[in-house]
C-alpha cells in the first residue's frame, strides 16, 4: 500500500497562473480532504468529500477548485494563483468521516 | 462553531524527562478529540484518539492524554521523552457530523541532549 500519495512534491507558480495539486489514496477510503498549513496558523480545511461525486467546503475555500470522480483522487485545482496561497498543502483521507485521517507528505507550493 | 487552543508554541524538554503539551478547546457537544504528530517535512501522523469512555486514552510511541471535561482540556502526556519525540504535535477536535477536524496551531517539541 502507498497509503496517501501527492504530487508533486514542490511548485514554484507565477502569480495568475493555475495548476492542479494531485491526490490519490489506495485504501478504498471514502472521506478525502485539503489543508493547508501556514506557519502559526495551523491547518485549515479547504475542501473535503464524502465519496464520489460529493465535495463540500471548508473553513477556506476561496481560489480553490476541487471534484471527485473517483475514490482514489481527489485534485485540488488552483484557478488564477496568488501569493496568498503559498503555502504547505496536505491531502488527507479516511475511512468514512473525518476522523483517524491518514496525510500525504505534502506540496510546498510557493507563488512569485 | 468548535475551536482549538494549544498556548504553548514551543516547549523545550531534556531528554528522558516528561512532557505535556496543553490543548484547550470550545465546542458545545460531546467532542471527538485527537493528537496528532508532524516529524520535520512530513505528514500528520495519528497519536491518539477520545470518543467516549475512559477519559485516560493510550496512544502509539509511549504517549497518553486526558480528557477533562470540565476543564475543556487534553493535554498529551509522555513519562519520558526521547530525542526522537523532536516534532510538531497539534490537537483537533471533531464536529458531530464527522466530516470536519478543527486543528489548533500546534506546539513545536525541542529535545535537548
Not at chain 1, 479547504?46 to 467546503?57: E, L, R
Request: aromatic share 12%; glycine share 10%.
Amino acid at each position: 500500500n502507498a497509503g496517501v500519495t501527492q504530487t508533486p512534491k514542490f511548485q514554484v507558480l507565477k502569480t495568475g497562473q493555475s495548476m492542479t495539486l494531485q491526490c490519490a489514496q489506495d485504501m478504498n477510503h471514502e472521506y478525502m480532504s485539503w489543508y493547508r498549513q501556514d506557519p502559526g496558523m495551523g491547518l485549515r480545511l479547504i475542501h473535503y468529500s464524502v465519496g464520489a461525486g460529493i465535495t463540500d467546503q471548508g473553513e477556506v475555500p476561496n481560489g480553490y477548485n476541487v471534484s471527485r470522480s473517483t475514490t482514489e483522487d481527489f485534485p485540488l485545482r488552483l484557478l488564477s494563483a496568488a501569493p496568498s496561497q503559498t503555502s504547505v498543502y496536505f491531502c488527507a483521507s479516511s475511512g468514512m468521516t473525518a476522523y483517524e485521517q491518514y496525510f500525504g507528505p505534502g506540496t510546498r507550493l510557493t507563488v512569485t | 462553531a468548535q475551536s482549538v487552543t494549544q498556548p504553548d508554541i514551543h516547549i523545550t524538554v531534556s531528554e528522558g524527562a516528561s512532557l505535556e503539551l496543553r490543548c484547550n478547546y470550545s465546542y458545545g457537544a460531546t467532542p471527538y478529540l485527537f493528537w496528532y504528530v508532524q516529524s520535520p517535512g512530513q505528514g500528520l501522523q495519528l497519536l491518539l484518539k477520545y470518543f467516549s469512555g475512559d477519559t485516560l486514552v493510550q496512544g502509539i510511541k509511549g504517549f497518553e492524554a486526558e480528557f477533562k471535561r470540565s476543564q475543556s482540556s487534553f493535554n498529551l502526556r509522555k513519562p519520558s521523552v526521547h530525542w526522537s519525540d523532536a516534532a510538531e504535535y497539534f490537537c483537533a477536535v471533531g464536529n458531530t457530523g464527522f466530516q470536519k477536524l478543527v486543528f489548533g496551531t500546534g506546539t513545536r517539541l525541542l529535545v535537548s541532549p
